[in-house]
Each structure stands twice: as structure tokens, then as C-alpha cells.
């Protein structure tokens, strides 16, 4: 069915998705990173879980998810260690920007 559905849900897992890429950047100086990513992954499945139920777009949240795991690639600062981390994150940033703006494009 074609409904509009409104809320801060995709607002919020756009946050976890910042979050992700922030985990990720920073894996080097993180103490227990794998802990951190367990956590962030077990609410992220357990929200899209709650999701399935009635009434609850769960399209949005993945797109907020995915909308924020771009926007946080380009918008976070980032360390980096080395020659070959500085070429991947400048490479991640070079295809996220033309990616962040069709879905912009494609939400509106």
C-alpha cells in the first residue's frame, strides 16, 4: 500500500548509523571495539525486530540506517593511521558524496 509515514525513527537509526562509521573510523584507539560493535549491532537488530510489528515502517528506519552510515562518512572528521587509512577514508568520502546526494534526490 502507498502511505506516507512520518516520525524521528529514521532520524534516530541515522544517529546509529553515524555511530557505526564513527566505531569504525576510530577502531585503532577504541579499548574493546568488538564489545562496542556488539552492542551497537544488538540494539540496532532488536529495533528492526521491534520494527515488523504493526503500523511501523521499517523501509524508513533501513533508510535512515543507510542515509546516516553516508552522511557520517562525509561529515565526521576522521584520524588517520597511515598513508593506506588515509586513502581508503578519502576513497570512501569520493563515493559516498555523489551517493548521498541521489538519495537525496530519490527521498524528495
Given at each position: 500500500a502507498n502511505q506516507v509515514a512520518m516520525g524521528a525513527d529514521p532520524a534516530v537509526y541515522g544517529l546509529l548509523g553515524v555511530q557505526i562509521v564513527e566505531l569504525f573510523q576510530a577502531w585503532q584507539i577504541i579499548p574493546r571495539p568488538f564489545l562496542s560493535l556488539l552492542k551497537v549491532s544488538t540494539f540496532?537488530?532488536?529495533?528492526?525486530?521491534?520494527?515488523?510489528?504493526?503500523?511501523?515502517?521499517?523501509?524508513?528506519?533501513?533508510?535512515?540506517?543507510?542515509?546516516?552510515?553516508?552522511?557520517?562518512?562525509?561529515?565526521?572528521?576522521?584520524?588517520?593511521?597511515?598513508?593506506?587509512?588515509?586513502?581508503?577514508k578519502r576513497a570512501l568520502l569520493y563515493i559516498c558524496?555523489?551517493?548521498l546526494l541521489l538519495m537525496f534526490l530519490l527521498a524528495v
Open positions: 540496532i537488530i532488536v529495533m528492526l525486530m521491534i520494527g515488523t510489528l504493526p503500523y511501523i515502517d521499517n523501509w524508513s528506519h533501513i533508510g535512515g540506517f543507510f542515509f546516516g552510515i553516508i552522511s557520517g562518512i562525509i561529515f565526521l572528521p576522521f584520524i588517520t593511521f597511515g598513508s593506506a587509512d588515509k586513502f581508503r558524496m555523489p551517493l
